[in-house]
């Protein structure tokens, strides 16, 4: 006999036009080979009914932490948490691979060895991955380290770039 799941914890949402969502139900936490954290939700939404009329149904989906935000005074701890074996990092240098910007699809930034990267993709520095980065049109996978590792390198250069721009000359 098995334990019953503990109760989904209330979280906000925030969606990509800017508009939150208060109070969908987070119940689980998964961290990925990459190291990234995904969070299972569910978003209470309404439906067409069979017949006629709309009936509540919730819409479940994994997001990261950058889609969601902690209500203040709600404890997350009992959220049931999956994590990955410690490993420590290869030494040497990271690789990237530049995916994409063919056939009208956009540019994705991968690790080396992502299994999401397409046959084609190109080899790049990690300089070359920022430039490319920085680019309009082009993302950071989520599924491997090149979210989580490139993207607050960039966030941080830009916001130097922000203070230099600033400071009276």
């Known amino acids: ?9 209330p ?9 939150e969502i208060e109070r969908v139900r987070l119940y689980e936490r998964q961290q990925l080979d990459s190291g990234l954290w995904m969070y299972r939700i569910g978003v209470p939404l309404w439906q067409t009914a069979v017949g006629g009329g709309a009936e509540p149904v919730e819409y479940a989906t994994w997001v990261t932490s950058a889609q969601l935000r902690p209500i203040p005074g709600v404890d997350l701890d009992g959220v049931p948490t999956h994590r990955q074996p410690t ?33 084609r993709a190109r080899p790049l520095t990690t300089m070359r991955a ?40």
């Open 87 to 119: 490993v420590m990092a290869p030494a040497g240098r990271w690789a990237w691979l530049l995916d994409g910007r063919t056939s009208g699809r956009a540019a994705t930034i991968h690790a080396e060895g992502c299994r999401l990267a397409a046959d």
């Open 1 to 9: 006999m098995t334990d019953p799941a503990p109760p989904p914890v």
């Open 130 to 169: 920022l430039d490319a980065l920085a680019r309009p049109g082009t993302a950071a996978c989520t599924g491997c380290d090149a979210a989580e590792v490139l993207l607050p390198i960039l966030r941080h250069g830009q916001d130097e770039g922000r203070e230099e721009a600033d400071q009276p000359h």
């Open 11 to 19: 979280i906000t949402l925030l969606l990509p036009d800017g508009q």
